[in-house]
């Protein structure tokens, strides 16, 4: 199996869940639950890891799938929210936004696309932290 189908696999098999614990509060705009914001929190920590794994195993695509995966979803977010294009904003707020919907528990934003946006950043920010992270212990480990 290739590396991309393998990280496809992963975003799937974390986001569509976790997307759906949140659905409830996200398609009505309230405020997410504890649970909820755990489930978020959760999906971050799994972004974080595989970072963390991917980095270890030195799989470089890993930083340029992720820089995709979350520009290229933030843009269809973005343009899709504005010109109000449902075939493309439900699904993409399904697997992009829907699992990070929790974050409001925490943040004191509404919920509108400033809230996505950032927790987008956070989740793609820890991502690449991960990253590098397990890079470096992987150096540090062969040393």
Known sequence: MSVNLKHIIFILVTSIPVSIINFSAYLMGYKPSPSQAFFSILFIILW???GIFMGFKKIKCFTLFSTLYWSIGTLLFILSYFLQLDVI???????????????????????????????????YG??????????????????
């Open 48 to 50: 974080l890891i595989y």
């Open 89 to 123: 904003f439900i699904p993409v707020a399904i697997i992009l936004a829907g699992p990070i919907y929790g974050l409001e528990y925490f943040l004191n934003i509404s919920s509108d696309i400033t809230l996505v946006i950032l927790s987008i950043a956070i989740t």
């Open 126 to 143: 820890l991502s690449i932290c991960g990253y590098l992270i397990g890079k470096n212990v992987n150096k540090t480990y062969k040393e």
